[in-house]
């Protein structure tokens, strides 16, 4: 009987133990779900905090290019009003240059570069586009004839390609080529 007694003694002592113990572990789950709301909570006003920064620095990233662009605009709106009280025209040709220079060197300052392609430079599709083709004796097949406009690249990538005209191959070979296609017509 003192053998029950003790082995039920026993068991109620390990039952208070494990409830102790389940209420220690119940409380420490508790304040680890607490840390892990806040976390997410903070995470989350992380996430909104770095969404409008973002949005700021793109709403504001050019900037910087707009106040070096500000003197370029301020001399060519006097330009306009020389020409309204100035005959020297050349002055004026002169001052609309010197502020094109400036306004050039500006967006230089910021990646954006001009490119102009040289006749008879073969046509590069990235960096041409053709507007169209001739016929010409000196420059040869797929070369440029004529540049209609200057490209330009921001930082090495093209952001606009160069307006040309490509040769089409040599005024000999095209009336040989059409009379080789009359032949093919004649033929079928």
Same mark, same amino acid.
């Given at each position: 009987?003192?053998?029950?007694?003790?082995?039920?003694?026993?068991?109620? #002592?390990? #039952?208070?133990?494990? =409830? %102790?113990?389940?209420?220690? =572990?119940?409380?420490?789950?508790? *304040?680890?779900? +607490?840390?892990?709301?806040?976390?997410?909570?903070?995470?989350?006003?992380?996430?909104? /905090?770095?969404?409008?920064?973002?949005?700021?620095?793109?709403?504001?990233?050019?900037?910087?290019?707009?106040?070096?662009? =500000?003197?370029?605009? +301020?001399?060519?709106?006097?330009?306009?009003?020389?020409?309204?009280?100035?005959?020297? @025209?050349? /002055?004026?040709?002169? #001052?609309? %240059?010197?502020?094109?220079?400036?306004? @050039?060197?500006?967006?230089?300052?910021? *990646?954006?570069?001009?490119?102009?392609? /040289?006749?008879? %430079?073969?046509?590069?599709?990235?960096?041409? +586009?053709?507007?169209?083709?001739?016929?010409?004796?000196? @420059?040869?097949?797929? #070369?440029?004839?004529?540049?209609?406009?200057? *490209?330009?690249?921001?930082?090495?990538?093209?952001?606009?390609?160069?307006?040309?005209?490509?040769?089409? *191959?040599?005024?000999?070979?095209?009336?040989?080529? /059409?009379?080789?296609?009359?032949?093919?017509?004649?033929?079928?």
């Amino acid at each position: 009987m003192e053998d029950i007694k003790a082995e039920e003694e026993k068991v109620q #002592g390990q #039952g208070s133990t494990n =409830l %102790e113990r389940i209420e220690k =572990l119940e409380e420490e789950l508790k *304040g680890w779900k +607490d840390k892990a709301l806040r976390y997410a909570a903070e995470v989350e006003n992380l996430k909104k /905090a770095f969404k409008r920064e973002k949005e700021e620095y793109f709403k504001f990233a050019l900037e910087t290019v707009f106040k070096e662009l =500000l003197p370029s605009i +301020d001399n060519l709106e006097m330009a306009l009003k020389a020409f309204e009280s100035t005959s020297n @025209i050349q /002055a004026l040709k002169e #001052g609309v %240059e010197l502020t094109l220079k400036v306004l @050039i060197q500006t967006l230089e300052k910021f *990646g954006l570069k001009q490119f102009e392609p /040289a006749i008879g %430079e073969p046509f590069h599709p990235h960096y041409h +586009d053709a507007l169209q083709v001739e016929v010409h004796k000196e @420059i040869p097949n797929g #070369g440029i004839t004529k540049v209609f406009q200057k *490209g330009y690249l921001l930082h090495e990538r093209v952001i606009r390609p160069a307006l040309v005209c490509v040769c089409q *191959g040599k005024p000999q070979i095209v009336k040989e080529e /059409a009379v080789e296609e009359e032949k093919e017509v004649e033929n079928e």
